[in-house]
């Protein structure tokens, strides 16, 4: 049997590949089993953009390899949205590249700019792929704490202390991925004041921007962000199109370009048809993200009383698609408590462990899930 490499030892299988076989094992058995783990849209992408996919199939190759950096119009439709949404001037040819996911982009900037050795800042909690990706590519990942205490950001006075020598690349997701935590202009000028210091290449992830989120802000939006950070954002969340994998990375031509050499030589662009359809979700009226949020709005009102059921503490000015949410005192393992709610109410919850040791206590709740399943959730306690 061919031995796997040595890299594959630095990580494990993703949790919720494992966890989902478990909870699709379990319906297999008849258990009506309400899934509240993963954060997987449930809503469909506009008619427009249905439509602008179907259309395209009958374009004139629209079935041949794309351009690694996508349609100009493609690049245009980010660089128009990012200056529409949020201010910030980027120029098309040089300072955008569309991905395949925002995931994709993680793996992509890490193998551009990570020699084995280098280390990383990762937030605890956090995504976890920040971890899997940084010990695939040989660096060291170095974590910094994030707490309720601190509104779930950085303590940068306790990491200057800290020697950062080493350091290449910090991580951040705001708003916050699992806690829904979100930053001010104030906070994010601090942090690009300190990837300046230590010269960090600062990324901040931010997929979430217009989930329920009534200040979106990008961290390009801050002066000198340009010199020392990139930008992650995505289509999934926020037009419901996970499965179609369209996501961005913002940056300067010099960052943009290391981490096009990387993507050029991993796939061949982007399909036609999902470029086509991205562009019209990027062009959608203010009427859509209304509409997405009334639908979030209800669901997460219904999911905070599933968690006051619990007896859970959170946080109503959280944003994004999750809630997260407080274990009530007493109770030591969040990954014990989700398993007894999945094996005697049938639902099953993220266990805030899988971010990170500072997740201990915690659980997440998606809310990509409909209102009938929450009240029938509620209905079980």
Not at 238 to 254: D, H
């Amino acid at each position: 049997m061919m031995i796997g490499a040595n890299r594959l030892n630095t990580v494990e299988e993703y949790y919720f590949s494992k966890k989902l076989r478990e909870v699709r094992g379990l319906m297999a058995e008849g258990r009506p089993i309400i899934n509240m783990g993963i954060g997987s849209p449930d809503l469909e992408p506009s008619i427009e953009v249905q439509n602008a996919v179907k259309d395209a199939l009958s374009h004139d190759g629209a079935h041949q390899y794309q351009s690694y950096q996508g349609l100009p119009e493609l690049r245009e439709s980010f660089t128009s949205f990012y200056k529409n949404k949020f201010g910030v001037s980027v120029n098309p040819q040089t300072e955008v590249l569309p991905l395949m996911g925002s995931k994709e982009g993680i793996m992509h900037i890490s193998l551009a700019f990570l020699n084995p050795g280098d280390e990383v800042l990762i937030p605890n909690p956090g995504y976890p792929t920040y971890t899997s990706v940084t010990n695939l590519v040989g660096a060291v990942p170095r974590y910094y704490d994030l707490t309720n205490n601190n509104g779930w950001f950085p303590d940068l006075e306790a990491l200057r202390y800290q020697d950062l020598a080493k350091v290449k690349i910090m991580w951040t997701s705001y708003p916050h991925m699992p806690t829904g935590a979100t930053a001010s202009r104030e906070q994010l000028t601090k942090l690009v004041a300190f990837a300046k210091e230590n010269d960090i290449l600062l990324v901040n992830d931010n997929p979430y921007s217009f989930v329920l989120n009534q200040h979106p802000i990008s961290i390009l939006e801050i002066e000198g962000a340009m010199d020392v950070a990139l930008e992650l954002n995505s289509l999934s969340k926020t037009f419901n199109m996970a499965g179609w994998r369209v996501g961005m990375v913002f940056g300067n031509s010099e960052h943009i370009n290391a981490v096009l050499k990387v993507k050029s030589n991993m796939d061949s662009g982007m399909f036609y048809g999902i470029q086509k359809g991205a562009i019209a979700a990027l062009n959608s009226s203010e009427s859509w993200f209304s509409d997405l949020n009334r639908v979030y709005n209800e669901r997460r009102e219904l999911m905070f009383a599933l968690a006051d059921k619990l007896k859970c503490t959170y946080d109503r000015n959280s944003v994004g698609m999750f809630v997260w949410a407080k274990l009530p005192a007493g109770i030591s393992s969040s990954e014990k408590f989700i398993d007894a709610v999945l094996y005697d109410k049938n639902i099953f919850i993220t266990p805030g462990t899988i971010f990170g040791s500072n997740g201990e206590g915690y659980i997440r709740f998606s809310l990509c899930v409909t209102a009938d399943k929450i009240k029938e959730a509620i209905g079980r306690f």
